[in-house]
């Protein structure tokens, strides 16, 4: 009787050890792939710390006035175009006078383009702060998109809505279109571009053409072929042999003009889209720098 107990209490004793070593089995092998789950989750967050990108500088004023330009910086001559975005005869000049302009002159090495806003109303100066700022990769685009949908926004009272969606759809998020809509150091400095050119070179009516440091300057909605014969004496004066220019239209070209005044003509309300005709003209002071 007391052999058969003591069996009994071995065979207890031999499961007991049997389920725990097998309880000690299951819990190592089930612990092992969860630490190794747990490591390769963790893994992945650090890489991503390790490659989260530095913050993007803010823009600064003298960034967005930079030089915004349209061919080559060597090219024997440079146009300084003064437009108003506002203004008709810019915005035909651009839609028709300018690609045959570039193909001739521009893409071929002759002619660098430099363009400055010379806003003649608050909608002009609203519409230059936002294409100042888009990136400089984005300005030509932008530019052609204002001048090319000129009658869709510039004359209507909710232009500034206009405006906001479209360099919303340029690329610009509302925050940062708003903010640059309320950038009074960059109307400023627009504004004060727009007076140095008038002090400089006596404009006052756009479009401009500033050739070669003045030159020679010119006023209007010019078609490539009077465009091109001004060109061409200025390729002359540098030495470079110009092609042949058509003979020049006997018409002066229009223009939209702004009265000098001592305030900035940005501050004032949008005049009248008002065409007037202006002679070419050439500055009888000495040619002066930027």
């Known amino acids: 009787m007391r052999s058969n107990n003591v069996l009994t209490i071995v065979i207890l004793l031999l499961i007991i050890g049997v389920a725990g070593a097998g309880y ?5 092998q089930t612990a092992e792939p969860v ?34 330009s349209l061919g080559d910086e060597s090219a024997p001559v440079t146009v300084i175009e003064y437009s108003s975005l506002t203004c008709s ?23 660098r383009f430099i363009f400055k806003e010379f806003p003649l109303n608050a909608a002009a100066l609203d519409a230059s702060k936002l294409l100042r700022c888009m990136p400089e990769d984005k300005y030509l685009a932008f530019q052609d ?10 004359y209507e009272e909710n232009y500034r809505d206009l405006l ?12 940062d279109a708003q903010a640059c809509l309320d950038n009074e150091e960059l109307g400023k400095r627009i504004t004060k571009d727009m007076q140095e050119g008038g002090k400089a070179w006596k404009v006052s009516a756009t479009p401009t053409f500033v050739i070669n440091n003045g030159v020679k300057i010119i006023s209007g909605d010019h078609t490539p072929e ?7 004496e200025a390729l002359a004066a540098a030495g470079t042999a110009p092609e042949a220019a058509p003979a020049a239209d006997a018409e002066a070209p229009s223009t939209d003009t702004l009265q000098p005044a001592e305030e ?23 040619a002066k720098t930027e």
């Open 164 to 175: 906001l969606q479209n360099a919303q759809l340029a690329g610009l998020s509302a925050e």
């Open 24 to 28: 000690y089995l299951y819990t190592q």
């Open 264 to 286: 900035p003509a940005a501050t004032e309300e949008a005049p009248a889209d008002t065409p007037a005709t202006t002679e070419e003209t050439t500055t009888e002071e000495p």
């Open 145 to 154: 998109v204002l001048f090319t949908n000129q009658e869709n926004w510039a």
């Open 89 to 111: 005869h810019c915005a035909d000049f651009h839609k028709n006078s300018l690609p045959a302009i570039k193909q001739q002159y521009v893409d071929t090495g002759k002619v």
């Open 35 to 68: 630490a190794e789950e747990t490591a390769e989750a963790e893994a992945p967050v650090q890489d991503l710390t390790e490659a989260a990108p530095e913050a993007t500088p803010a823009r600064t004023v003298e960034d967005m006035m930079g030089v915004r």
């Open 226 to 232: 009077t465009f091109g014969a001004a060109v061409d």
